[in-house]
C-alpha cells in the first residue's frame, strides 16, 4: 500500500502522532511522556506518514515572526528509514513553509542525522548546541531561488 503525507485529522490520528513522536525522538532518552509536546503545537503544522494508516514519520513546522520556519520533532519509523520517507516528509514540510511565502527553514539536528539534511540541502548554520541530552547542530535551507 501507498504511504500517504498529511495531518492529523482527528483527536485518534492527534494522539497517536503525539505517541509516536513520545516513542521515537524522548523515550529513547529517558523523558517522560509529554515531553514530545510543546505550548506551540496549536499554531503548528503538522504532518505524519501513513502507511495502512499507521504513523510510519512524523514532523512539525512552525512558522516564525522573521519570514522564516523551523522543523521540529522530525521521526521516521526504523523499518521505514533509508527509503525515501524522511526525505519526503521533509519534502512536504517544506511545501507548506514556501505555499505561506517562507523564504527558508531551519531546524537543529542531532548530529547522528545531520547527513541526512545535509543530502536534503540544509547547510550547518551555527555552532553545536546541547539539546535536550544530546548535541545538536543548527542547520537551515533556503527555499527561494
Not at 492527534?14 to 506551540?40: A, I, V
Amino acid at each position: 500500500m501507498q504511504i500517504v503525507y498529511r495531518p492529523p485529522n482527528s483527536e485518534k490520528e492527534f494522539d497517536e502522532y503525539f505517541t509516536f513522536r513520545w516513542e521515537l525522538l524522548r523515550k529513547p532518552l529517558g523523558l517522560e511522556r509529554g515531553s514530545e509536546q510543546d505550548e506551540l503545537e496549536h499554531s503548528a503544522f503538522h504532518l505524519a506518514a501513513f502507511k495502512n494508516e499507521n504513523i510510519i514519520a512524523a514532523g512539525r513546522l512552525q512558522i516564525e515572526q522573521d519570514n522564516t520556519a523551523r522543523i521540529r520533532y522530525m521521526a521516521v519509523d526504523s523499518a521505514f528509514r533509508k527509503q525515501g520517507v524522511g526525505s519526503s516528509m521533509l519534502n512536504e514540510l517544506e511545501k507548506f513553509a514556501i505555499t505561506n511565502h517562507i523564504e527558508s527553514c531551519w531546524l537543529y539536528a542531532r548530529k547522528t542525522a545531520a547527513s541526512f539534511y545535509i543530502k536534503n540541502d540544509y547547510i550547518i548554520h551555527g555552532e553545536a548546541i546541547t539539546e535536550l541530552t544530546s548535541p545538536h547542530l543548527r542547520m537551515q535551507k533556503c527555499l527561494t531561488l
